[in-house]
């Protein structure tokens, strides 16, 4: 159905796809395997014309093609479901399912009635029962979730591509979703499905095609494989040489960082925990369970509802992010673009930023003195940067991530954040990323180490939080954290999704 | 369709935004109807459709612009060289003033297709983009004349004054376009595209819609808009005047914000801005009974888009 | 990076040079020192705009108040009716005042209640007109004392007074800018306003200071170019507001914030005056400096959006 050849794509400072090749065809499922930043989003965004390939070619359904813009690509058969939701919250959930495609009436205009009713027999197949007239914006994540999925089963789609369907909906809706999508294969749509949730290929895919920092590495028939050999083509290394050796926690002494009762309205309720200095604290959790927020609001930058914190054994309500920093509080950001660096500017104003008082003299900013201390930070991460003056829009993700390090571990005293740290970034830098963090707890630091990815959370941490829905579910630690006890408590019992249409409006 | 329409205005009363258009609109007749016996009467809420529709006018190229997250600022340009281009070319030849009626429309529409042309091709911000064109429609016409200049026959005022059973032509050309703008956006697979462009310019590219051509249709719509108005300000005064639209692009935004449209795009409703455009009209009829003065009027308005935009929660802090 | 950036101001450059010597080639006095003062004196009120506007663009904002301010500041002078040289400096600290004070409004509009700064900033424009136009009544009377005249076209040394004026500011705005940390925070500011906030950095602080300073720049300018002109009435600066934006875009401040220097903006605005003169010295139309400004800031915009895009 689709083949790929010699698929390259370059952006500014990293090579996102390197000669790739694929192929998937009528009647299979077949899933796109790889890291965060091994290439996969920008693949199928080449294939549905958002991304143009600076080198090879696109067959599909037997024809050379190159199409430049979505439309091409969808008129030709091809739907996908991105991992960021494609929905506009000021329209309907039917007039977003039939976007493009709404029924008409004789005089050509949309005939709302004939579209709320296959709307909702669209979502009825999907087994999930929602009001097409709600605007969408007032839907659960879970439920746009099924919308985005339903827009796949209207009109003639030859090829289906889901990127990540499952990360925000629960146990139940997966199984229908898999069971949907097994009809959908009888009926010989061709399906690529990405995830990296190995159980969900072992249970739906037939082949698998493996990539890793923007290369091919191969292609299998699922039945052949086991999950170790899997992981193992994923990363590029057998597990135990990734992560740093684990060290017992330190003996408790006061924690560093006390949260009680922590709230923030309507996102987190009721959080409570203790970070120690020395040790590395997961928090995980599915997209959406309140993570980030309760970092923002230990941080100081979204303000909390409710709940009393203590950093070193004093009071810590209600900081600014000035105050935080002062107090030896660092958060390295989720969104590395959007949040962290100031991509307009130089490597050594961006690893100063936070610090700036401490560089500022009588007569203005010390330039020798913040070039210095930018020197040694590209020093001591290894930062490959031509030099303190270069800008940090053309370093590649790792590297820009080694500056964010840099730039709090300068500041930060007591308690680091690591929101995500190692989105984006190839396993070598990850690697590298894993030694620094180790050694930051080492050093004395507590860290509070946010992420979604479960190896990484079961191969740093000693204590692990999980939440859900913005409360903490269950708490392991030692011998017990594996990724099976983790997911059950960020995925645990949740309610049945039919009252979702009253929930939406109260919203 | 008007009874619907309001119908629908009313359903969508959850939205707060008319809410308080819909409230001051009740307060200020009201008022006006306490303050001056004049002012509560049929024949002057004729006289007020009839001075409304060059701003409505103005005002609905304006929101089809914001809703696909855009915003012109060569309004009040068009309207302008509109006016001189009709008065002008009549004056010469009093012949062609039915033809001129089309010309300048088709004028205003190709002004409007070069903003959005050049938005689209530059990637610079529209804000930019439109001011540029501003400054250099207002330049031509300067250069042609800084006087009040050329004449339609006299006809054409009717146009603006004629009444048809009472109502006045003008009045109910403009409510007409309101109406046929509504249906577009509301019964069209392109008008519905509007509101995901708006809303997401990214998600409707990888959605496939064409946002190229939607966002030149805006902004054609918007120039075309933009002449109607300006046809109709030689209707009103049979001049051409380069000073006319000064004032419109600013005015053409208020009815907008107060009709729930926020500035970043994909959400409103057309009839908010009509009710917009009925509430600056009234007010400013009620002022002028009461005697403020225009300047203290221009402090209002000024004041009016301040606390409108205050209030209303708008997308990110764009230009 | 640092290459682009030269290659930029490598073309700056060559176009002032061009045309300075087209204007030469035109105008064989052009060059002289007196029309080179002339030049300059009609070039330093609007300088002193662009470089608050400057500050301004850099923190992702956008002022179209400054033309009516200045005017509105210019008639406020007018109203104190003063005759003595010693009320001068009265006039300046209230100017300032009064000026810090709009630029706090439009600040505090844009970073606290989320307006975008163009309405914000358009509406705070027809405010000061209403308001101006209301205490005139259409038409300024009052005066001033006579050394305002002095300020606008005086010269020490054969320095114009303005001019050195506008050395001062620019000195010190530089300073603040290029060398101080606020200078930092500002461009921090306006490249991640968010990432601003989790270091610590108060944007919204940040960002009134901004305007304000924009506008205590256009108070300070109106009062320079009532001084310049000679008479006050309700539109002095008009199309100010333009023209600094225009300036500043030839200078290569990026409208998308984060990006462009204080001097880039300076010879941004030198380069727009040359322009208004050759459109003069070549018997154009005085209102065909508008085609040319719309020209330039659609070109000029497009280019540095694509440069900065490459």
Redesign the interface.
């Known amino acids: 159905m689709i083949r790929l050849e010699g698929i390259t794509k370059v952006f500014p400072g990293v090579k996102s796809l390197d000669n790739v090749s694929f192929e998937a065809v009528a009647g299979e499922v077949h899933a796109l395997l790889g890291e965060n930043g091994a290439g996969k989003s920008t693949l199928i965004k080449t294939m549905?014309g958002?991304y143009t390939a600076d080198e090879g070619t696109i067959y599909f359904d037997g024809n050379k093609r190159s199409w430049t813009?979505?439309?091409e690509?969808?008129?030709a058969g091809i739907h996908?479901i991105?991992q960021?939701?494609?929905?506009?919250?000021?329209?309907s959930v039917a007039?977003n399912i039939f976007?493009?495609q709404?029924p008409r009436t004789r005089l050509?205009?949309?005939d709302y009635k004939a579209m709320y009713e296959s709307a909702n027999e669209t979502l009825d197949k999907l087994g999930h029962h929602l009001d097409s007239r709600v605007l969408v914006k007032d839907l659960s994540v879970a439920d746009q979730q099924m919308v985005e999925i339903a827009k796949a089963l209207v009109g003639e789609t030859k090829l289906l591509v889901l990127d990540e369907p499952t990360a925000v909906i629960s146990g139940r809706e997966s199984e229908l979703l898999f069971e949907r999508i097994k009809l959908l294969r009888d009926e010989g749509v061709c399906i690529i499905y990405i995830s990296h949730r190995l159980e969900e290929i072992f249970s739906i895919a037939d082949r698998v095609t493996v990539l890793k920092d923007g290369q091919y590495v191969g292609t299998y028939d699922v039945a052949e494989l086991d999950r170790d050999r899997l992981v193992g083509m994923m990363v590029g290394r057998k597990v135990k040489d990734i992560f740093p050796p684990k060290k017992d926690p330190p003996a408790k002494a006061a924690p560093v960082l006390t949260a009680r009762n922590l709230c923030v309205s309507p996102k987190v309720n009721d959080v409570s925990f203790d970070l120690y200095a020395g040790e590395i604290l997961g928090l995980a959790g599915l997209v959406g369970a309140g993570r980030s927020e309760v970092a923002h609001a230990l941080?100081g930058?979204i303000s909390r509802s409710d709940g009393g914190v203590t950093l070193g054994g004093e009071g810590f309500d209600a900081p600014?992010?000035?105050e935080?920093?002062?107090r030896g509080l660092g958060?390295l950001?989720e969104d590395r673009k959007?949040?962290?660096?100031?991509?307009?500017?130089d490597v050594s104003?961006n690893v100063t930023?936070?610090a700036?008082?401490e560089?500022?003299t009588s007569?203005?900013?010390d330039r020798a003195h913040e070039t210095q201390a930018a020197k040694d930070e590209i020093k001591r991460f290894r930062v490959a940067v031509p030099g303190p003056?270069?800008?940090v829009?053309?370093l590649s993700g790792g590297n820009q991530q080694k500056i964010l390090f840099g730039?709090w571990t300068r500041t930060c005293r007591r308690v680091l954040i690591l929101d995500e740290p190692t989105r984006g970034i190839d396993v070598g830098t990850k690697v590298e990323i894993y030694e620094i963090i180790r050694k930051l707890a080492d050093e004395g630091l507590g860290v509070l180490l946010i992420s979604s990815e479960l190896p990484e959370i079961v191969g740093l941490c000693t204590r692990v939080l999980v939440m859900r829905d913005g409360i903490i579910t269950g708490e392991v630690s030692g011998a017990e954290i594996n990724e099976e006890t983790i997911m059950k408590f960020a995925t645990a019992a949740k309610e049945p999704m039919v009252q979702s249409v009253f929930l939406g409006e109260a919203t | 369709m008007k009874l619907t329409s309001v119908n629908q205005s009313l359903r969508r009363l959850q939205d707060p935004s008319l809410i308080i258009v819909i409230l001051l609109l009740v307060i200020v007749v009201i008022t006006g109807s306490v303050l001056s016996d004049r002012f509560g009467t049929m024949r002057n809420f004729m006289n007020v459709l009839e001075q409304a529709a060059g701003l409505g006018f103005a005002s609905i190229g304006q929101a089809l612009v914001v809703i696909v997250g855009g915003i012109d600022l060569s309004i009040g340009a068009v309207v302008t060289a509109s006016t001189i281009l009709m008065a002008a070319v009549v004056d010469l030849h009093p012949a062609l003033m039915i033809p001129m009626i089309f010309g300048t429309l088709l004028f205003g529409t190709m002004i409007g297709f070069l903003n959005g042309y050049v938005t689209i091709r530059t990637g610079v911000h529209p804000l930019i983009v439109t001011l540029g064109t501003a400054s250099i429609l207002n330049g031509a016409v300067l250069i042609y004349t800084l006087q009040p200049t050329g004449s339609v026959p006299y006809w054409f005022e009717e146009f603006a004054y004629g009444r048809f059973w009472s109502v006045p032509v003008s009045g109910l050309v403009m409510l007409l376009c309101f109406v046929m703008v509504w249906?577009f956006l509301?019964?069209?697979?392109t008008g519905?595209?509007f509101?995901?462009v708006g809303?997401?310019p990214d998600?409707?590219?990888?959605?496939?819609?064409?946002c190229n051509k939607i966002t030149l249709i805006a902004y054609s719509a918007s120039g075309f808009f933009a002449a109607l108005a300006g046809a109709y300000f030689v209707s009103r005064t049979s001049v051409g005047d380069p000073r006319v639209g000064d004032p419109i692009t600013l005015s053409s935004i208020t009815p907008v914000i107060l009709g729930g449209l926020i500035l970043g795009g994909?959400?409103g409703n057309i009839f908010g801005v009509l009710l917009g455009v009925f509430l600056i009209s009234l007010l400013s009829n009620l002022l002028n009974y009461m005697n403020v003065s225009t300047f203290i009027q221009w402090v209002i308005q000024g004041l009016i888009i301040i606390v409108a935009v205050s209030i209303y929660v708008h997308k990110g802090r764009k230009l | 990076?640092?290459q682009n950036i030269f290659v930029r101001r490598f073309a700056v450059l060559c176009i002032l040079i061009v045309l300075i010597s087209l204007a030469t080639v035109v105008q064989t006095s052009f060059l002289s020192p007196s029309n080179i003062q002339d030049i300059l004196t009609q070039a330093a009120p609007l300088a002193l705009v662009v470089l608050g506007q400057a500050f301004v663009i850099l923190v992702r904002g956008l002022d179209l108040s400054v033309a009516s301010l200045m005017a509105s500041i210019a008639v406020m002078a007018t109203a104190f009716n003063a005759t003595s040289n010693a009320m001068i400096p009265v006039i300046f600290v209230v100017a300032i005042v009064v000026s810090a004070f709009v630029g706090l409004v439009n600040g505090f509009l844009v970073t606290k209640r989320n307006v975008s700064p163009f309405l914000a900033t358009l509406a705070m424009m027809i405010v000061l007109q209403g308001i101006r136009f209301y205490y005139t009544q259409g038409a300024p009377s009052g005066s001033l004392p006579d050394g305002f005249r002095f300020l606008g076209t005086g010269r020490i040394m054969g320095i114009p007074i303005n001019v050195l004026a506008f050395a001062l500011c620019f000195c010190i705005l530089g300073?603040l800018l290029h060398?101080?940390?606020f200078?930092?925070?500002v461009?921090?500011t306006?490249?991640?306003p968010?990432?601003?906030?989790?270091?610590?950095?108060?944007a919204d602080r940040v960002t009134i200071i901004c305007y304000v300073i924009c506008s205590v720049m256009a108070g300070i300018a109106g009062l320079f170019l009532v001084g310049f002109v000679g008479t006050v009435d309700n539109w002095v600066g008009r199309g100010y507001e333009l023209d600094a934006i225009v300036a500043c875009v030839i200078g290569g401040v990026a409208l998308t914030g984060?990006?462009g220097t204080l001097s880039g903006a300076a010879v941004g605005a030198l380069i727009l005056i040359l322009i208004f003169n050759i459109v003069i010295i070549l018997g154009l139309p005085v209102q065909a400096q508008l085609i040319i400004k719309g020209v330039i800031i659609i070109v000029a915009a497009t280019l540095f959006s694509k440069a900065s895009r490459a």
């Open positions: 549905a958002a813009t979505p439309k690509s969808k008129d996908i991105y960021e939701l494609m929905l506009f919250p000021e329209l007039e976007l493009g709404a050509r205009t949309i941080f930058s600014s992010p000035r935080s920093i002062d958060f950001t959007g949040e962290g660096l100031i991509m307009s500017l104003a930023a936070p700036l008082p560089f500022t007569l203005g900013l003056e270069y800008g829009n053309k730039r | 249906v509301r019964y069209f697979e519905r595209a509101y995901a809303g997401s998600a409707a590219h990888l959605s496939g819609i064409q994909g959400k | 990076m640092n300073w060398k101080s940390s200078g930092r925070k461009y921090i306006g490249g991640n968010t990432a601003a906030n989790l270091v610590g950095i108060y984060g990006k």
